[in-house]
């Protein structure tokens, strides 16, 4: 009865469809079925990172390619952040087997995209709590890879992206925007998004330092080696940050070498933080106070104090006049270094001229008055007693007794 009339023409439809489901592979139906939904798990590793979570934060299209590379022994140093080609990018410095922590063995200079760097270095770290049993979550931090906005009131917005601490390239920061592509940056400003502090993902990423690409843990640590017998010889290829940005690396070229060696001079040039501009103040008057009390200690100089002084002066080969313009010159070229905010010279001019004019100071009163005190408590001196004792005190006049 089946096989005569229109269900004998439909037998072979559906003897064909029984076939073509039966000849697919038992460990592809959850991929097929996974289509649809999460993105499952991975069998094999192709993507090359070997996590393959179901997590939804994690981008599909970052480790969409084939990597079947040990990296067991291989380094990377994240060397600077910089500004190239209108694009925050990181420079890394690869190394290979037998290394001595990045002491030998570099296969070179390369760069990448803040956002491919930061993805690739999250993911490392949940690879690295996965392995050890531990829960990761998706940072919030990741929720400004791109330009993302950030409601300050009803009418008013800022934009907020992770680049580069531009002041010294050795670090990423929260960078401020006032417009939705991102390209107006915003200075000294306080507002922050509701988000993990982004310190938090500058102490796991150190600029300098060497990590591994693989991280082997402990015998007793390796939760995932109690369930797969295959971890010691499989996790070798699971490597998300060095598996991506070995990926999409760029070689760093004249002009990103250039960049990236003049990051710590271009620092050093950057304007003074708020501490830093209060202890400017706080020196230069300390400066202006020590230099005021020379000025009226060499009035009250005695006549042979003044002839040994410039004695010495002549025996330097300078006159009194050279003396006071090279005094004037050391205030402009300290002013000017302010100015053009030469942070580490403005430093070192300024303290060196206040410890120089205390130092001064101090010589002066001593040949004055044969000894130098602060508060009531001697410095230095031979004469008179010690401990803090004021320079009036005289001992009691000794009794003789008349026989």
């Given amino acids: 009865m089946l096989i005569g009339g229109k269900h004998g023409r439909a037998l072979p439809l559906v003897l064909g ?3 073509v489901l039966t000849s697919i592979p038992c460990h592809q139906w959850g ?3 996974s289509e649809d939904g999460d993105e499952g798990e991975d069998g094999d590793g192709d993507s090359g990172d070997g996590s393959g979570s179901s997590d939804s934060w ?57 956002r491919t760097f930061v993805k690739a270095y999250t993911k490392q770290l949940h690879e690295d709590a996965e392995v050890l049993g531990y829960d990761y979550d998706k940072p919030d931090y990741l929720d ?44 000294n400003t306080n507002y922050s998004p509701d988000s993990d502090d982004i310190s938090y993902l500058t102490k796991h990423i150190k600029f300098g330092s060497c990590h591994s690409c693989v991280s082997w843990p402990q015998n007793d640590d390796a939760v995932q080696a109690d369930v797969d017998d295959q971890f010691w010889d499989e996790h070798a290829y699971e490597s998300p940050l060095c598996s991506a940005v070995n990926y999409y690396k760029e070689s760093c070229g004249r002009k990103c070498k250039k960049l990236a ?24 008057l300390v400066g202006l106070f020590l230099l005021f009390e020379v000025v009226k200690q060499r009035k009250k100089m005695s006549a042979q104090d003044s002839l040994l002084e410039e004695a010495a002066i002549q025996r330097a080969g300078l006159q009194k006049r050279q003396v006071a313009l090279m005094v004037i010159g050391g205030i402009v070229i300290i002013l000017l270094l302010m100015i053009f905010r ?12 206040c410890f120089g004019l205390l130092a001064y100071l101090f010589y002066l009163r001593y040949r004055a008055r044969g000894k130098v005190e602060v508060g009531g408590f001697r410095l230095y001196g031979d004469d008179g007693p010690s401990g803090g004792q004021s320079s009036d005190f005289a001992p ?4 003789v007794e008349m026989s």
Avoid at 76 to 89: R, S
Avoid at 175 to 182: E, G, M, R, T
Avoid at 263 to 283: C, Q, S
């Fill in 261 to 284: 060696r003049s990051a710590n001079a271009e620092g050093a040039h950057k304007g003074f933080t708020r501490a830093g501009r209060f202890w400017l103040l706080v020196f230069s």
């Fill in 17 to 19: 469809l029984l076939a």
């Fill in 58 to 114: 994690e981008d599909d299209d970052l480790y969409g390619f084939y990597d079947d590379a040990s990296w067991d022994g291989y380094s990377i140093v994240p060397d600077k952040c910089i500004h190239l080609n209108d694009v925050d990018t990181v420079v890394f410095e690869m190394y290979q087997e037998n290394n001595n922590q990045c002491a030998k063995g570099s296969t070179g200079k390369y760069s990448t995209d803040v």
């Fill in 396 to 399: 009691p006049p000794r009794q």
């Fill in 144 to 187: 400004y890879l791109d330009c993302t906005a950030f409601a300050i009131n009803d009418d008013t917005y800022l934009y907020f992206k992770i680049g580069c601490l531009h002041t010294t390239g050795n670090a990423l920061e929260m960078q401020v925007f006032s417009d939705q592509y991102c390209t107006e940056r915003m200075d």
């Fill in 31 to 33: 991929a097929v079925a």
């Fill in 342 to 353: 030469v942070k580490i010279l403005t430093w070192i001019f300024l303290l060196g001229s």
